[in-house]
């Protein structure tokens, strides 16, 4: 099996996307880490495109929202439709890693008062994706280990042979529940780790010990851009 050195590419950060799918609560341990249940069936929610922000230079986050976490996640590109017998390695055609950013605040409210959590996971800038990259065999994302650090020190770390759903298992639930084709793209829940994002800070993704992203969080200025 060929290293990530052997990986491509992909032309643009954002290749022709049309749906973001998430996944919340994959990872025991992050689940624990919030004192959530671990589920028993795929927990699946949805963020517009409006949200796509490319991880490179500055990553600017909503003035208005003081509470946002950042949950580091391996990013599927659906390269082609699925159907019902597809698996992974059928319709994937490249990955990213992305930050599904949270307002954990808005969340918290949310979740008491029985209510979506659109508010607090769907907000401009919330999903922050870095290149994608092409493989030569889909066990190069399954055995992987992706990392982010912040400010230096690592502060996830994950593998997805420890998620809840395997990537299969997702795969085919969006599509039952939702549909599932070309150009969607689906994060597929994040390690434990979680924590805030402040201004000033900066942040790196690692795909098996490679730089894969590199940036600087800013908060946007009041008034200006929010």
């Known amino acids: ?14 290749p022709g996307i049309r749906n973001i799918f998430c996944v919340g609560r994959n990872y025991r341990e992050h689940a624990n880490e919030l004192n959530n249940a671990v589920p028993t069936e795929p927990m699946i929610f949805a963020k517009p495109t409006h949200s796509l922000s490319a991880a490179t230079g500055v990553v600017t986050l909503p003035a208005d929202r003081t509470s946002i976490h950042y949950e580091l996640e391996i990013v599927l ?32 409210k949310l979740k008491a008062k029985g209510h979506p959590w659109e508010l607090a996971k769907g907000f401009v800038g919330s999903a922050v994706v870095s290149d994608f990259y092409q493989f030569d065999d889909f066990l190069q994302v399954r055995d992987a280990t992706f990392q982010f650090e912040l400010n230096g020190a690592i502060v996830q770390t ?8 395997d990537f ?10 939702f549909g599932l084709t070309q150009g969607d793209i689906l994060f597929t829940g994040t390690p434990a780790g979680v924590g805030p994002l402040r201004d000033g800070d900066t942040g790196r993704f690692y795909m098996n010990g490679l730089t894969w992203a590199d940036f600087k969080v800013r908060h946007s200025v009041a008034g200006k851009g929010d």
């Open 168 to 177: 299969d298992t997702l795969i085919q639930h969006v599509h039952h529940h």
């Open 158 to 165: 994950g593998h997805p042979t420890d998620m809840v759903f």
């Open 77 to 108: 590109y659906i390269a082609q439709p699925v159907i019902a017998t597809s698996t992974a390695r059928d319709v994937v055609g490249a990955v990213a890693l992305g930050l599904d950013l949270t307002d954990r605040d808005a969340q918290d």
């Open 1 to 14: 099996m060929g290293d990530f050195n052997d990986w491509r590419s992909a032309d643009d950060v954002f």
